[in-house]
């Protein structure tokens, strides 16, 4: 069983920034694709971005060019660093971890609320 657990959202005003991070346990944490979805109220949680085994990054266009993904195998942890943030960014943000197509795991989440 993998567990995944994200940090770092809160309170922001827009035009801030934020660091969200994403643990997951396993000693395979570098055959993980992790992928960053987020969920407005009242709307279908959608993806973010994702972050290959080979560190290849892909946004969706609502975030490219104001975040950035990356991860560091050595901790088991990828970053999502948002930047230029809008009121349309608030949400509830989620980590997810696809081992190889064969399993998956959800993290419960981590709030970001954009808002002066």
């Known amino acids: 069983q993998v567990q995944v657990v994200e940090s770092g959202g809160g309170l922001v005003q827009p035009g801030g920034s934020l660091r969200l991070s994403c643990t997951a346990s396993g000693n395979l944490f570098r055959l993980y694709t992790i992928e960053w979805y987020r969920q407005a109220p009242g709307k279908q949680r959608e993806p973010v971005a994702n972050?290959?085994?080979?560190?290849?990054?892909n946004y969706a266009d609502s975030v490219r060019g104001r975040f950035t993904i990356s991860r560091d195998n050595s901790k088991n942890i990828v970053y999502l660093q948002m930047n230029s943030l809008k009121s349309t960014d608030t949400a509830v943000y989620y980590c997810?971890?696809?081992?190889?197509?064969?399993?998956?795991?959800w993290g419960k989440g981590t709030l970001v609320t954009v808002s002066s």
């Open positions: 997810h971890a696809d081992v190889l197509g064969a399993k998956d795991y």
């Open positions: 972050i290959s085994i080979g560190a290849f990054a």
